[in-house]
């Protein structure tokens, strides 16, 4: 079963500061795609980053990092130099793509989100 | 450009009654998306449409639930004999398509459905 699992329902940072959320899910595919997405109260789900399961390079996208462990199926995101506006629901999602002849799947499944406060 | 929309933003039905709801894709997206969120929880698959077609309805709960992309753009959700179960937020994706990589899906606001 393809699952992802965040374990911290809820989390708080100081502004400035950094915070990490954690992320495992669980597949017995090879070649498949994580990410996460950031849902503010305006319900728009927004990417954040992504990371492809062949590249051995974590991604970064400015104050944004990762740390992907491939073999522990771990994807933990980190946020330095915290922002008001970073405050948000965090989901963690995980996509696998196939065409097999004449079927084609494309899903992504996610976590249960983490809900980040920032304390100014 | 124009985002993915959704049309209506908040839609309050009775048990029982048919609901409609509509996804305005970006355009020259030919991949559609329909996911559902329950409160508190992330968002869930629900069906995945390639041009015209479903390629993949896995996800849908029961055969109360149908959705149609007739002419490869706009997707209308369609829920019949609406349950109290099935308040939740909907929401729509799009993406391009292509042989090599994954592109980003783009969501829309949702549907907030509340059936009383």
């Known amino acids: 079963a393809q699952t992802v699992t965040q374990s911290q329902p809820e989390m708080s940072v100081q502004e400035a500061e950094t915070v990490t959320l954690s992320c495992t899910y669980d597949t017995s595919e090879s070649d498949y795609y994580l990410f996460w997405y950031k849902q503010p109260p305006s319900r728009q789900m927004i990417l954040v980053i992504r990371?492809?399961?062949?590249?051995?390079q974590n991604a970064t996208e400015n104050r944004f990092s990762v740390n992907f462990q491939k073999a522990a199926k771990s994807f933990s995101l980190k946020i330095s130099d915290s922002q008001l506006g970073d405050a948000a629901m965090y989901f963690c999602a995980y996509r696998v793509l196939a065409t097999l002849f004449k079927t084609s799947y494309d899903k992504v499944i996610f976590g249960p989100g983490t809900s980040l406060s920032v304390i100014p | 450009g124009a985002g993915v929309s959704q049309t209506p933003s908040n839609k309050v039905t009775e048990k029982g009654k048919y609901v409609e709801l509509r996804c305005d894709p970006i355009?020259?997206?030919?991949?559609l998306y329909w996911y559902r969120q329950s409160l508190g929880q992330g968002p869930e698959f629900l069906i995945y449409f390639q041009g015209t077609g479903a390629a993949d309805d896995s996800g849908l709960p029961n055969d109360r639930f149908f959705a149609v992309r007739p002419e490869g753009s706009v997707s209308t959700l369609k829920i019949q004999r609406t349950e109290r179960g099935d308040s939740a937020v909907y929401l729509c994706a799009s993406s391009l398509t292509g042989t090599v990589g994954v592109y980003e899906q783009y969501f829309g606001p949702g549907t907030r459905l509340t059936v009383t």
């Open positions: 355009s020259g997206h030919t991949a």
């Open positions: 990371q492809e399961a062949y590249k051995q």
